[in-house]
């Protein structure tokens, strides 16, 4: 298994084209945007320098790296050779089904079809393709290049040939793999995500401010970062969205987003993607509260 098509040229799918040929696969890097894939061509050169600079790999590894990533408009020509397709689009059910039909009918038929999706169904996605025992969720950490974890998520029908393999695959890596059923947010984000809406409410509710929030969970339980600043660097609005499949697929309203996160995003406060959220981002290192939540 050699060829590897990513699909999305967003921040997850230029990581994990940059994950897998930074160990030697061939990665078709697929976006309907050229300006996006230029982009993430850019970031990845960028990234892999930061790498050459701390001598984690050699500036012939990296030209090597940069080498093996091949860029694609078309998805028939960008997953025609695969034998795994990672698809890592926007967080949206209607386009993820719609994209696997597409893949399913594209790509070849011994290929793997796998999703970076944070939580939707598996086996809802597998469902509008006819390989569904080769349908899996490889769910990657941001920054890609960086985090060791993979959530491997079987839906209902995956088999046990192609978990091995994507698990493998994940090893090779360097990625520490884990293996997880498909139920609503898988391990990593059930339990993230009501820490991070609970930690909204403490802040909609003034126990407490935006800093003394992100310092008690930094302090008190050794996280390497707030509750509040890691809402931001996720994307507020994904963090909607993933509230939104938590309270929808078990039916409880304890998952229901904080009101100020929806008025947030309605306001186009998104976090770092938008430039603000409950910091303000501005190329600055220091890391300042968002004007309305200073004290």
């Known amino acids: 298994m050699k060829n590897i098509s990513v699909i999305g040229a967003g921040t997850m799918g230029n990581g994990i084209a940059h994950a897998f040929a930074q160990y030697d696969y061939n990665v078709s890097l697929v976006d309907t945007n050229e300006e996006a894939l230029k982009k993430s061509i850019d970031t990845i050169d960028k990234n892999l320098e930061r790498q050459v600079s701390k001598q984690l ?10 080498e093996k990533i091949k860029t694609f408009t078309s998805l028939a020509e960008g997953v025609k050779s695969a034998d795994l397709v990672v698809e890592a689009a926007t967080e949206n059910v209607d386009l993820k089904l719609n994209l696997f039909a597409q893949l399913d009918a594209l790509a070849p038929t011994g290929a793997i079809l796998a999703t970076n999706t944070s939580s939707i169904s598996i086996t809802k996605i597998a469902a509008h393709t006819k390989r569904a025992n080769a349908v899996i969720g490889m769910h990657f ?23 091995k393999e994507v698990m493998d695959i994940a090893v ?37 401010g935006v800093t003394e929030i992100d310092t008690v969970m930094k302090l008190g ?53 938008s430039g603000q959220g409950f910091y303000e981002y501005n190329g600055s290192k220091e890391l300042t509260v968002s004007e309305r939540f200073r004290r």
């Open 57 to 66: 790999i050699t500036a012939k590894q990296k030209s090597v790296a940069l």
């Open 172 to 208: 090779k890596l360097g990625k520490v793999p884990v293996e997880v059923n498909d139920y609503p947010g898988f391990v990593a984000n059930r339990i993230l995500m009501p820490l991070i809406n609970e930690a909204i409410h403490c802040l909609h509710e003034n126990v407490a």
């Open 141 to 163: 950490m941001n920054p890609v290049p960086v985090m060791k974890l993979v959530e491997v998520i079987r839906g209902y029908n995956t088999s046990d040939a192609v978990t």
């Open 221 to 273: 339980m050794s996280h390497p970062m707030g509750p509040l600043q890691l809402a931001d660097f996720i994307g507020l609005d994904v963090c909607i969205a993933i509230l939104h499949v938590l309270q929808d697929g078990f039916g409880n309203s304890k998952y229901a987003p904080c009101p100020l996160l929806v008025n947030m995003v309605q306001a186009g406060h998104k976090g770092i993607k």
